[in-house]
């Protein structure tokens, strides 16, 4: 397969796809389907900048020998102690600088709140969303992620055809003429973004 993308390679592939029966059409998205996944991305790029935050006080707070215990409730905590801590083995000049970062990720934990909220809302409004939590374990963030970005199920044939779709295969392990498959495996990068 030619690695340049130009025109012509585009139009070869377009007519593969078309001649091929087992290449399934990608459905167009609805709107709500739409806004769900916005909202999702954008609680997801939040949640990754927030983390990115956490991870970098932490590790700056640990040079200075103040650790921090597991878990994202405890940073905000621990870091004011330090600085208002004078006794702190935390240099002053630091104290300013760090009290910004922990109003930058109040200010992270306030825009994923406000996007978790919105996706609750959304989640009591439709119908297909309402029904999948009444699966036990599935809330609004999974719920709505999950019809946000794979739609309509009745699309798949099957449930392995869906397993597959979500990057879940079964495990197997095959001798010779013997094939026996297990417990699903997750295989590569999921296509759903649940969190």
């Known amino acids: 397969m030619p690695r340049s993308k130009t025109d012509r390679s585009d139009a070869r592939a ?3 796809a078309a001649r091929n029966a087992d290449i399934r059409p990608v459905p167009v998205k609805t ?4 806004a769900l ?3 999702h991305r954008l609680r997801s790029t939040w ?5 990115a935050r956490i991870n970098t006080v932490r590790g700056l707070l640990r040079e200075f020998g103040v650790m921090i ?3 994202a409730k405890h940073v905000q905590e621990h870091m004011r102690a330090a600085i208002s801590d004078v006794n702190s083995p935390l240099p002053e000049s630091l104290h300013a600088i760090l009290g910004l970062m922990g109003e930058e990720i109040r ?3 306030e825009r994923i709140h406000i996007v978790e909220l919105q996706l609750h809302r959304l989640s009591k409004q439709l119908p297909v969303v309402a029904r999948l939590q009444t699966i036990p374990g599935i809330g609004p963030i999974s719920s709505t992620a999950l019809v946000s970005f794979v739609g309509d199920v009745v699309r798949f044939p099957s449930a392995r055809h869906f397993a597959s779709y979500l990057g879940l295969t079964p495990r197997e392990h095959s001798s010779g003429l013997r094939r026996r498959l297990v417990r699903l495996a997750s295989v590569g990068t999921p296509t ?3 969190s």
Do not use: I, K
């Open 14 to 16: 377009l007519l593969e």
């Open 47 to 51: 949640v990754a900048a927030r983390t």
């Open 37 to 39: 996944t916005a909202l």
């Open 192 to 194: 759903c973004a649940c």
């Open 69 to 71: 215990p597991v878990g």
């Open 107 to 109: 200010q992270l934990e």
């Open 31 to 34: 709107r709500s389907q739409q």
